[in-house]
Each structure stands twice: as C-alpha cells, then as structure tokens.
C-alpha cells in the first residue's frame, strides 16, 4: 500500500452540506483538530444552490471518535447536514494527477499500463510525463504502486468526492 | 417628517433594545466608540467595568439568574482577547450570553493594523456560533439570529464582531421585521415517544434507582418534573454540581451532589444503584470515572439530553431520548408506575446518617462552619456564587439549595475570578434576592476591580473571602498525592482584604474566631446600602473530604484525611 493511500481500513468518508459562508471551514477544521485528527483529504465546491456548498472529508481513525466528530459537525449552526457514507449507497470518486519519469527504455510499458486504467497522458516532455486517472480511491492507490517502480516525481489528488445513489440526497 | 437613518451602531443598540436588553456589561476603546455613542441615547443601563473578563462573568451571572442572555460590550484587539475566558466558562456551562465586540474598518482587517485581532478566529472554538458583520444592514437579522441561537436549545455564547466602519455607515433595514437566515439551525427536536417509551421500560423492575439531575434541568425549568418523577417512582436524586438547585436539598429523596467532592451517600448510591437515569447531564469526568465501564457497574442507564452529541459520547445508554428534559419528563411521568425501593431507601437514609458531611467547630475558624451559618442565617434561600476551588466544594456541600437559578458557579471551565463579577451580574438580575459571593482568596484577586463596579452601583452583595492563605485546593492535590511538596501554592503576600475593600468605599467585615461568625455574618447581611467583603481568616491546612480521586470509581472515595500515602491519581486532573 502507498504511504499516500486514503484508503485505509479505518478511514472514513463524511459528506456535508454547508452555508457557503466565510469561516465554516475554519469551524468544521476546529472540530477534528481538537480532537487530534488528521484530515486526509477535503473537496468543497459550491452546491447548485450558490448559497450552499459541499464537503466530502475523509479522515482515518477510530469510530466512536468519529461518530463524535460527527454530531459535533451538525451541530455547527452553518453545518445543515453532516453524515458518514458507504459505497454501498453512494458513488465515490477521485482524480489524480501524476508526473511519472520517462525513460526511452519503459515509455511503451508505462503507456501501456496508463491505457490500462483508462488513464489519460496528457503532458509529455523529454523525461516526464503527466497522467490523469479518475475512479475510486482503491484503483488510484494501486496506479501508484504500479507506478512506483518507474519513479513518480509529483503527485496531485483531489480527494474523495461522494454523491448518494438515486433520488436520495448526499 | 422623514425619519432619520440609523446607523450600523444605533441599530445594533435599538435592536438590542427590541429584544428586552436592560443592561450592557461593557468597557470601551477606540473601535467601539460608534456602539458606545448609541448607547448614550438609549434606555439601555451601561455598566462600566473594570476588566472585560470582569464583564463576561457578570452577563454570565445575570444569564443564570434570569435565564435571558447576558450582553457584553468590549473594543477590539485586546478588548476583545479579555473576553475568552469569559467565553469559554459560559460555552462549557451552557449559558447563553452576546458578546459583542468593536472591530479595526474593514479595509485593514488582516493588515495588523493598531488593536485588531483576528476575533473571530480566536474565539472560534469557544463560541456557540460567530459572526463578522460585513454590512451595516445585515445588523438586524445578526442580533435576532444571535439572540435565537444562544438561547434556543442547548443554550452558549454568541460573539459578535463589529468594524468600526460598519458601525458608522447608514443601516437602511428594517430592524423591527427582518428574517432569519438559519438552514443550519437544528431546533431542538420534538422528543420521540418511542425513545420515552423505552425509558419507561428500561425503569420498569428497578428496585434501586437513581435520578441524576445536571444543569440541563435548572435550563428547561424542569424542576417541578423532577420533583413529580421521584416522588411517584420513590427514586433518589443526586445532582450534579451545575444541577444543584433543581431538586430540594432539605427532600428526604434527596442525596445531595456526586463525584469528586460529593457526599459520600450520592456516591455510594453511585455504587450501588441498579438504574442510573440522568436528566440533562453530560456524564462530566467528574463524576465518572476514566475507565467509564467502572461507572454505575451493572447499573442500567438512561439519558435526556437536548444535544444529540451528547447520547453516546461518554457512554452508551440502555435507553435515550433526545429533547427538552421538561417536555420529556412531562410524557414520561404518566407512562411510569412506582417503584419497589424500600430496602432501597432505607439503605440510602442508613448511609446518610452513617457518613454526614461534617466539620469540627473548635480549632480554629473553617470555612465550613463561615458557609453552614450563612445558609442557616439565609434561610438556604440567596443567590450563591463562587469561584473554583476548596471553597466552592464546600458551599457545594453545606450551602443547601432548594431553588433553580440559586447557584452559580463555574463548573466546567473551573474559571477562577468567576464568583464575584458574577453576583454583580445576578444582583442585577435579581435585585430583590440576597446575592452572596464566596471566593477563595485566589480567585478573588483575579476580579477584586470590580469592587469599583459594585460600589458605584451600590449593590449589596455580600463577598465571603474564604481566606486559607493558599491555592487550597492544588495545595490538597499536593498533600496527598505529591509528598507534601508544596509547590507554587503560598499566597504568602495577600492584601489586607479589609484595607482594601474599604479603599473601594465598600463595607468591610474580618472574621478570626469561631465564636465570631454568626454575629458578624448578622451585621453584614444586615448591611444593605451597598457591596460588603468578609474577610474569613480560616484556618490554613484544611481539606475537602469526601474524595473521589480522579479517575477512579465511587467506590474508591476517601471519606476522610488518609493516614497512609496514597497513589498519584491516573484520571485528568
């Protein structure tokens, strides 16, 4: 497993839906670092309606702590739902961006594996070369561990982004 | 005629002032003086200071004795810094309070411009809620939603931040209908009868049951509930520190107070209990123990808590509902059939007599015997307020409370400095009741300014200085558990409380022996035309017993001064 996964056994995706206000961020932050948690990874982009927006955090460590973290990110009063989700019943994605080295020698292994995972190379230069991968979380650890034998010189990941199945809302 | 238009500052006053506001705990500076001008024309009283601290803690007492929020005013930068404690002590004791504060213009915000602190960050983990107001006309919507959020639910302190800009640019809104823009807000829930229903079950059959009342039945006046629930179950009731007050000490059902320093017959029945039911507690470290399942072993356990996060977050409980403790209790009572607790009772009222809390009246002056005669010459019926400390375990313990909004002390913060600008603050709340401030001579020191306060407003507060000449009880800490090493704990260098009291203009009063107290604790509550200090001279080297050493389990309490060394505690602190 990569030293960068965010899938880990104890790890936890928490969806959120925010007041798009200055210093909900800083609130919701407060809630986990009190409590000596780390963030993993956090998306926040403007829900449909401007007035709000959405948060998928992922953050590893134990469940009745996080349950706590939990309540106590609803409780914020411009927090209006905060919950945890499973893959079961919600879609979770994450993009990546990755600048591999290239070597004359592996250029058509590494291309190969790239089309492999339906990833895109999408910047070339004499020795680099920048990947792009969409999927879940899982297939982009183990693109890295795939990759990590040809050198991987940066790395880029959004962070899990997760949207409820059907009607029901995230 | 056309009418005038406000500005930011002369309608954050008149809204104020729509939602009830009689006085304003504030002191001034240079980015608050827009507020402070508006003030000037109001029919709001300012009371002027002496330190912000001093002005958080009075709206705080106020806040406890009336159950409205309490209003503070400060400047920005440190003005502003001088407030966290404050914060914090009402944020931890759910007391609802505003606190507003003057900001640096807008434009130099970020830019360390003279006085400006990022306030807003700072007090971000000891607020309810926040806000930084951009715009003059947003003023009227922030004061209702500050108002319905620090006093709706569980309530908490709000913070206001103000720049002096948008204090002095025109405010075109209408301050008398403005909405609220809360999709955040949870209100409280509407209790679930299903959840009051399984409480009902989960008390069925229990033959030694305990109510544990917290501070959550003094905020939802529930303590007429209480009073019904116990009687037709025949259950005892044991209060939390905060929760005193809202059951009848002089109540035969009554068990007095638990945890650390609590009496010894609340928490034997701690121990032994078959049912443990608490309403409107949060299971604090001081009452549990820190391996939780040593906790009411056994015991079955139920919760009423009107914050969600506090189901599960200590313990887990076999039955739960969530809401206001009144509403709840209201449905459950009928649902209840009373309880077989006669072997019960009587095991209580043994223990009881078995282990009274107790003081010797001879060797010398004790603060017990200074806090039991002001009770018996009170009638159990003032206002208390302490700071934290030895002498706020003992009016816990010989100071018998029989009403709501009576007692008021820092309990989760363990704020020292609290107890006397907080009877400023609850004399002004209650100004018929007798308003009584024990301090240690620590904590006293910390807001002794506010003498200024209370004289200039002539408020006849009566301030007991319970004077061991220590930090008592770090120095009992010490004692028992650190070799005797006495560290950082002498207030060798104490004023001459009298001296002082009276260079204020206050009355002053010094007790030494014994044999003085009640004449003198007569004279002083007699004395009516202004504050009062009473300096008591207790003896040095006593000790808060019973004890629950940190950590441990009820079962572990010390009942008296130990003979052997004793091992350092392993809980918090």
Redesign the interface.
């Known amino acids: 497993m990569p030293k960068t996964s965010i899938t880990r056994e104890d790890s936890h995706t928490i969806s959120l839906f925010?007041?798009n206000k200055?210093?909900v961020l800083?609130?919701i932050c407060?809630v986990f670092s009190?409590r000596g948690f780390n963030i993993e990874s956090l998306v926040v982009s403007p829900a449909i309606d401007g007035?709000?927006s959405r948060m998928t955090i992922t953050a590893n460590g134990d469940k009745?702590v996080l349950?706590?973290i939990i309540?106590?990110c609803?409780?914020?009063?411009?927090?209006?739902h905060a919950s945890e989700h499973d893959s079961s019943y919600s879609i979770e994605q994450e993009f990546a961006l990755i600048k591999v080295r290239l070597k004359p020698k592996n250029r058509s292994e590494i291309l190969q594996l790239v089309q492999h995972v339906q990833g895109e190379s999408i910047d070339f230069s004499d020795n680099t070369l920048i990947l792009k991968i969409v999927g879940e979380s899982k297939k982009i650890d183990t693109c890295i561990t795939m990759l990590e034998p040809y050198g991987i010189l940066e790395m880029v990941r959004s962070g899990k982004m997760v949207i409820t199945k059907g009607k029901s809302e995230t | 005629m056309t009418k005038k238009t406000l500005n930011g500052a002369e309608s954050l006053i008149k809204c104020l002032e729509n939602h009830g506001v009689e006085h304003i705990f504030g002191y001034p500076g240079g980015a608050a003086i827009p507020i402070f001008d508006a003030i000037y024309d109001s029919s709001i009283k300012l009371i002027l200071v002496r330190h912000e601290q001093g002005a958080t803690h009075m709206a705080d007492g106020y806040a406890r004795a009336t159950g409205k929020p309490g209003v503070v005013l400060v400047t920005s930068g440190p003005g502003a810094t001088n407030t966290v404690t404050g914060l914090l002590t009402a944020n931890m004791d759910s007391v609802p309070m505003i606190v507003i504060c003057g900001q640096q213009i807008t434009p130099v915000l970020g830019k360390d411009a003279f006085q400006e602190a990022d306030v807003f960050g700072i007090t971000a983990p000891v607020v309810k809620h926040s806000y930084l107001v951009k715009d003059p006309n947003d003023i009227p919507r922030i004061v209702k939603e500050s108002f319905f959020i620090s006093a709706t639910g569980r309530p908490g302190p709000v913070l206001i931040d103000v720049p002096k800009d948008v204090s002095s640019s025109p405010c075109t809104t209408n301050i008398d209908d403005c909405d609220m823009d809360l999709p955040g807000f949870s209100k409280p829930e509407k209790p679930s009868i299903k959840d009051i229903k399984k409480l009902a079950n989960t008390i069925k059959g229990s033959k030694k049951p305990l109510l544990l009342i917290g501070h959550g039945v003094i905020i939802s006046q529930a303590h007429k509930q209480v009073l019904a629930l116990a009687e037709k179950l025949g259950a005892p009731v044991t209060s939390t520190l905060l929760g005193m007050g809202g059951f009848p000490e002089n109540h035969s059902l009554s068990v007095g107070f638990l945890g650390m320093h609590g009496t010894a017959y609340a928490n034997k029945a701690v121990a032994e209990c078959d049912l443990i039911f608490s309403i409107g507690s949060r299971w604090d470290d001081r009452i549990t123990p820190a391996k939780i399942e040593r906790f009411c072993p056994g015991a079955k356990k139920c919760h009423i808590d009107i914050d969600p996060a506090e189901i599960n977050k200590i313990l887990v409980p076999d039955a739960s509902c969530v809401g206001d403790a009144k509403l709840i209790l209201e449905s459950l009572i009928p649902m209840v059939e009373p309880l077989d607790t006669k072997d019960w009772l009587k095991k209580t009222q043994k223990n009881k007599k078995k282990y009274p809390l107790s003081y010797k009246i001879h060797g010398g002056l004790k603060a017990q015997h200074v806090i039991d005669e002001l009770c018996k010459l009170t009638n159990g019926d003032a206002t208390v307020t302490t700071d934290v400390g030895q002498h706020q375990m003992w009016t816990a313990q010989f100071y018998n409370f029989k009403r709501p909004e009576q007692w008021i002390t820092s309990g989760g913060a363990g704020t020292m400095g609290f107890g006397f600008p907080a009877a400023i603050g609850a004399q002004f709340g209650q100004p018929e009741q007798t308003v009584i401030a024990i301090c240690g001579d620590g904590g006293f020191q910390m807001t002794l300014f506010e003498l200024s306060t209370a004289v200039i407003h002539k408020l006849p507060i009566k301030i007991v200085i319970i004077d061991n000449k220590y930090l008592g009880m770090v120095r009992q800490w010490q004692e028992l558990f650190f070799d005797d090493r006495l560290s950082g704990v002498d207030m060798v260098g104490n004023p001459d409380f009298v001296k002082l009291a009276k260079s204020y203009g206050a009355k002053a009063f010094r007790i030494k022996r014994p044999a003085d107290v009640k004449k003198v604790l007569k004279q002083a509550l007699d004395y009516n035309e202004g504050p009062c200090v009473i300096h008591a001279e207790v003896i040095k080297q006593d000790n808060v017993f019973p004890m629950v050493p940190a950590g441990a389990a009820a079962e572990d309490m010390i009942i008296s001064r130990p003979t052997t060394k004793l091992q350092k505690p392993k809980g918090s602190t």
């Open positions: 925010v007041a200055p210093g800083l609130r407060l009190r007035r709000f009745n349950e706590q309540k106590q609803a409780k914020l009063i411009d927090v209006v």
